[in-house]
């Protein structure tokens, strides 16, 4: 192995002072996820490990990696919302990632307002300019190579409403960067903010006939 490349193996152990892997594989999305349960008790938490996995339909998912009430509330109504964290709205979703009772409405905890859907019985993030309404499509528990179930459950959604505000709608675009849309970075709390400083544009290569 070269001198200048650090190996190590995971089950081994890093031998860092802080895991690195949350950090190479960044920045993020972060999946603020709005749930109730089946009496109506609200949740919203964020979730690290987030992303978009189709297009026709749309589906997002987020890994949950202990049984926690965003997954079993989304098990008993099979909805749930997306809201985008913005960089005005990253104080407040830190403060919906304490580690409260299931009682405790994040949504109280963070000075946020909540907002009825179009479609599904979950209420999303008044504040947030995006959002999306999701139907449970898949939940799946993940396994190691050996084939042993670990403790972390990747949650699958179909998109079935898209909340935009329109001052992001430019010509009938999205425009990404002035949503400023928070990513989550590595280390113990480490965050980037997508903006028009770091845009760049590459266009997929044209066919060779």
Not at 62 to 91: H, M
Not at 94 to 100: G, K, M, R
Not at 129 to 137: A, D, I, N
Not at 175 to 181: F, H, L, S
Request: aromatic fraction near 10%.
């Amino acid at each position: 192995m070269s001198d200048n490349i650090y190996f190590y193996e995971p089950a081994k152990g890093h031998g860092l002072p802080h895991d690195p892997f949350n950090a190479l594989v960044a920045p993020r999305p972060i999946g603020w996820i709005s749930s109730q349960d089946s009496e109506g008790r609200l949740n919203l938490a964020p979730y690290s490990f987030f992303n978009a996995f189709n297009y026709t339909p749309p589906i997002i998912g987020f890994a949950s990696t202990s049984y926690k009430d965003t997954l079993r509330n989304i098990e008993q109504t099979g909805e749930f919302c997306w809201n985008l964290v913005t960089k005005p709205l990253a104080e407040a979703m830190n403060q919906t990632s304490a580690a409260v009772a299931p009682e405790v409405d994040e949504f109280v905890l963070a000075g946020l307002t909540t907002k009825a859907s179009s479609i599904i019985k979950v209420p999303h993030v008044a504040q947030s300019p995006v959002t999306f309404e999701c139907k449970l499509s898949q939940i799946v528990q993940l396994s190691a190579a050996d084939g042993s179930k670990i403790t972390t459950w990747m949650v699958f959604g179909e998109v079935v409403g898209v909340h935009i505000a329109r001052h992001l709608l430019v010509d009938g675009l999205y425009d990404t960067a002035a949503a400023e849309p928070v990513l989550r970075g590595g280390g113990p709390g480490d965050y980037f903010v997508a903006d028009a400083a770091t845009r760049f544009q590459l266009l997929r290569p044209k066919v060779q006939k």
